[in-house]
């Protein structure tokens, strides 16, 4: 029996892009992630991990299996998600602030109270922007601003509606190592602070086990989950806590698993 | 201003009046026949001594091709959103175009002539006709290529197709559509000028023609410089209104390459 009062839960869900019977992106994929939890997916490229993201957020439907999101199925797009990818995919004709406001004028009740409380949400755009290390940059355009802090944006462009839920498909891959750590920061708090439920896909390990409560490791394609792993390290952790011997010894635990999962 | 920045401001024309200075020099140096290849001297005459008919028949010229360019951006930007709309109405009416586009449109000539007769309405129609085409596929072109990541941002937020379109699709597909004009406007002069030379007895094109049966050889040419300058002219309207409507896209490097 199906298991759906996980906030998110995906029960031996498969799913092809071509309907029933073409190529398998993911086939019998279970996992559970709960209201608060930081959990991240690790795998080997094209295993389905997006395709994951996808599902859970209703952009894709399976063919077999449930998903459920906050305790019901999903059989259109929910409306409660954040989404951030590795592209920041801001709109160059408006200003980051105006970027950020772009959720407010598609989600209900937002797009009804925009333009009347248009003060309020600025300042709630401003407040988020400044929370990221951005304070000062809404009134710039998007390719004024250097990688990251696109990347910046576009994370508060996924928070701006105070989604229940993020979802970050490889956010910090196109970034440099320093960058990249600056942001895990960022997220790191946001999640302590909004107490969100986050489901972060990445290709780093490292990346994966300073955030994450849990790890799932996915199988190559199809893709399912092969095994999960809690992080049992303490909250808040600190950047110092990925150069202890038990963190190494939880990286090279996952990579074990990866590389099999790859033959 | 520094130096480099007044020679290339003055380039274009010290470039312009090379060419015309080593046309004249060319043909005195070789002794061509003017019924050949006149001077630039002699097509400055031209203009002077025809002056009023090829003002009326430039202005004729100008405003067929205006018309014609008008009913392709309203038709062409009405497609273009159709076509970038919907899968399906994109893969039924793609191939219909491809072979539309494939005709060449002075084969289309004789068929308006035979429908509205010679003059002002072939003219439009053939300038519309040869011109529309950019303008649709650079609106659908705009519109198709809305990165899949953006689409899923905002589907996921529970975003309406209308609210895709609205948001994203239409503003980014607004450089393209100006990008197009250009294209757009160049193509309907030729159409028209192509018209009114087989079936008009007005416009530049049929100015020309009269010119080439009486031998005028230097009205000839200066039917030619007139089409270039009213070539140069919209182009260059075009030109402008692109980068007053969309100087975001060339700020920020969109869509180039
Ligand atoms: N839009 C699509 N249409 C058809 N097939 C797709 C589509 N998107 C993904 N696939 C297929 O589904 C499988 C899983 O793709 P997915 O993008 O989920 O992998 P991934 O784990 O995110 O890979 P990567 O780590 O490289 O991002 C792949 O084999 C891919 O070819
Ligand atoms: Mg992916």
């Known amino acids: ?263 | 201003m520094t130096a480099t920045s007044l020679s290339v401001r003055l380039a274009p024309w010290l470039f312009t009046v090379a060419l015309f200075a080593a046309w004249e020099a060319a043909v005195h140096l070789f002794r061509i026949p003017q019924f050949f290849l006149p001077p630039p001297t002699a097509i400055a005459q031209a203009f002077v001594d025809y002056w009023p008919a090829i003002y009326r028949n430039s202005l004729f010229t100008l405003g067929t091709t205006a018309l014609g360019f008008a009913l392709a951006v309203g038709f062409g930007l009405a497609l273009g959103l159709v076509i970038g709309w919907s899968r399906t109405i994109y893969a039924g009416l793609y191939p219909l175009m491809i072979g539309f586009n494939a005709i060449p449109k002075v084969a289309v000539v004789p068929i308006l002539v035979l429908w509205f007769g010679i003059g002002a309405v072939p003219a439009v129609l053939t300038a519309f006709l040869i011109s529309f085409f950019p303008i649709v596929v650079n609106v659908a072109t705009g519109l198709a290529t809305i990165e899949p990541e953006l689409e899923d941002v905002l589907k996921a937020l529970g975003a309406s197709k209308l609210d895709i379109m609205r948001k994203v699709g239409i503003p980014r597909a607004l450089p393209y559509f100006f990008g197009s004009l250009k294209v757009a406007i160049t193509l309907a002069f030729v159409g028209s000028v192509i018209s009114e030379t087989i079936a008009s007895n007005v416009g530049i094109g049929n100015l020309m023609l009269q010119a080439q049966a009486q031998f005028l050889v230097p009205l000839i040419f200066a039917g030619l410089i007139a089409l270039a300058v009213e070539g140069i002219v919209m182009y260059w309207l075009m030109a402008v209104l692109e980068a007053r409507m969309t100087g975001w896209a060339h700020r920020s490097g969109f869509a180039q390459g």
């Open chain 1, 1 to 263: 029996m199906a298991d759906l009062t996980a906030f998110v839960a995906l029960e031996g869900v498969s799913h092809a892009y071509g309907g029933a019977g073409s190529t398998l992106a993911v086939d019998g994929l279970t996992i559970r992630v709960n209201r608060g939890e930081f959990a991240a997916v690790v795998g080997p490229s094209g295993c389905g991990k997006s395709t994951l993201m996808k599902l859970a957020t209703g952009l894709q439907f399976p063919f077999a299996g449930t998903v459920a999101v906050a305790g019901e199925v999903v059989r259109k797009p929910v409306k409660i998600a954040g989404m951030a990818f590795q592209a920041p995919t801001l709109l160059p004709w408006r200003t980051t602030l105006e970027n950020l406001l772009l959720p407010l004028e598609i989600v209900e009740p937002h797009r009804g109270r925009l333009r009347r409380h248009k003060a309020d949400y600025v300042a709630r755009a401003e407040a988020l922007l400044a929370s990221v290390g951005l304070g000062g940059f809404g009134g710039q355009y998007p390719w004024q601003l250097s990688g990251g802090m696109q990347q910046r944006a576009s994370l508060c462009r996924a928070l701006i509606h105070e989604p229940a839920l993020l979802m970050l498909d490889e956010p910090f891959a196109a970034l440099d190592a320093f960058t990249r750590e600056e942001l895990w920061c960022v997220i790191r708090d946001l999640h302590a602070v909004r107490g969100i439920t986050v489901i972060l896909v990445t290709h780093d390990l490292r990346e994966a086990v300073f955030l994450a409560d849990r790890v799932f490791v996915m199988s190559a394609r199809p893709g399912r989950v092969l095994s999960e792993r809690v992080i049992d390290l303490p909250r808040p952790r600190d950047l110092e806590a990925t150069f202890t011997p038990h963190f190494q010894e939880i990286v090279h635990a996952l990579r074990d698993q990866i590389v099999r999962a790859r033959q």
